[in-house]
C-alpha cells in the first residue's frame, strides 16, 4: 500500500468509528457540556490509534465492524489527551480551529476531559480486559504528561521513557484492546501490544520532527511549541546535547533552525527507525495475512508523514 492507500484506509476506518461515537452524546447534560465533547470528538485528525484497533482485530482473525466499539473507547481517550494537552499548553487552537477551553473556558474544558474518558470506560465494560488496558493507557500519560512539567527528559533513554508514557502506551492499547476483540492468543495479544507501543514512540518523535520542519499551516497548530515551552523533544534534547543553546535555536526562524538542528533531525529519524523497526520484530511473530501487511505499512506511514 502506498501513503495514499493508507490514508484512504484511515478515512474508511474513521467512517466505523464515527458510527460507534454519534450515538454516545444524547444523554449528557448540560447541554454546554454536551456541545463541548461533541466538538471534541468531531474534530478528529486522522484516527490512526482507532484504526491500529480494527487492523489488531483483524491480524488475529476478528473484524474491523466487531472491534470498531473498542476503537471508538480508544479514540475517546485520544481525545480525551489532546482537550488536556491544550489546557496545559494553553494552545488556542488544534487543527486550525478554537479549542475546547478557548471556546468555552478551562472549568468546562476539563470537565469534558472526565466525561470523554468516562465514556470510553462505559464502552469498553463488558471486558474487562479491555478496562485494565485503557486504564493502563490513562496512567501512563499522565504520568507523561507530569514528565514534561518537570523537565524529566535530558537523553536519549529518559526521552525514550516519556515518548512510551505520552504516546506510546495508548497505540499499544490500541493493538491490545482490537486483538483482544478479535479473538487473538494471549501471545498474539502481547505482540500486537508491543507492536503498538514502538510505532507510538515511533509516532511521538516523527511529531517532534514535524513540530521543528513544518509550517503552522501544514500542521494545523503552532510550530516550534516545544522548543518555545522548554517541553522535551529528541530534535531539541540532542541539539542541546551538542552543544547548540536554547538562546540560539529561538532566534531562528524555521528555515534557519532546520539548518542548525540538521544533525539532530537526522538522529530523531534513525532513533524512529530503530523504534519501528522494533515493532516489526514484534509483529513478525503474527501470522501472516493482509491485515498485518496493512499494519507494517501503517507503521512505515507513520515515521514517514508530513502531518
Known amino acids: 500500500m502506498n501513503p495514499m492507500e493508507i490514508e484512504q484506509l484511515l478515512e474508511e476506518r474513521a467512517d466505523l468509528v464515527d458510527i460507534e461515537l454519534a ?58 489527551s489532546l482537550v488536556l494537552d491544550d489546557v496545559i499548553d494553553k494552545s488556542e487552537t488544534r487543527r486550525g480551529s478554537d479549542t475546547v477551553h478557548k471556546k ?18 462505559r464502552l469498553s465494560s ?39 508514557r505520552k504516546t506510546g502506551s495508548l497505540f499499544g492499547s490500541a493493538a491490545e484492546v482490537g486483538s483482544i476483540v478479535g479473538g487473538g492468543s494471549d501471545k498474539a495479544i502481547e505482540s500486537l501490544h508491543e507492536f503498538g507501543n514502538h510505532i507510538g514512540i515511533a509516532f511521538q518523535i516523527r511529531d517532534d520532527i514535524l513540530d521543528v520542519i513544518s509550517s503552522e499551516a501544514d500542521l494545523g497548530k503552532p510550530v516550534k511549541k516545544d522548543l518555545f515551552m522548554g517541553r522535551p523533544s529528541i ?22 533552525l532546520m539548518h542548525l538542528v540538521a544533525d539532530s533531525i537526522d538522529y530523531a529519524e534513525e532513533t524512529a527507525r530503530e523504534e519501528l523497526e522494533s515493532a516489526m520484530a514484534y509483529i513478525d511473530k503474527i501470522d501472516d495475512n493482509a491485515a498485518k501487511e496493512k499494519l507494517i505499512t501503517l507503521g512505515e506511514y507513520i515515521i514517514s508523514r508530513s502531518k
Not at 530534535?235 to 534557519?256: H, R, W
Open 235 to 256: 530534535v531539541v534534547i540532542d541539539a542541546l546535547n551538542s552543544g547548540i543553546s536554547l538562546e540560539q535555536m529561538m532566534k531562528c526562524n524555521n528555515g534557519q
Open 104 to 121: 468555552w473556558g478551562t472549568d468546562m474544558a476539563l470537565l469534558t476531559v472526565q466525561v470523554l474518558a468516562a465514556l470510553s470506560i
Open 23 to 80: 450515538g454516545l452524546l444524547g444523554d449528557i447534560k448540560p447541554p454546554e457540556l454536551a456541545a463541548a465533547v461533541a466538538y471534541a470528538i468531531t474534530s478528529k485528525g486522522k484516527r490512526i490509534r482507532s484504526a491500529l484497533v480494527t487492523l489488531s482485530s483483524e491480524a488475529v482473525g476478528g473484524t474491523a465492524r466487531d472491534a470498531s466499539f473498542a476503537a471508538a473507547s480508544i479514540e475517546l481517550i485520544h481525545s480525551s
Open 126 to 164: 463488558h471486558d474487562p480486559r479491555l478496562i485494565r488496558a485503557i486504564a493502563d493507557s490513562l496512567l501512563y500519560m499522565g504520568e507523561g504528561e507530569a514528565m514534561e512539567l518537570v523537565d524529566y527528559a535530558r537523553d536519549k533513554k529518559t526521552y525514550i521513557d516519556l515518548a512510551f
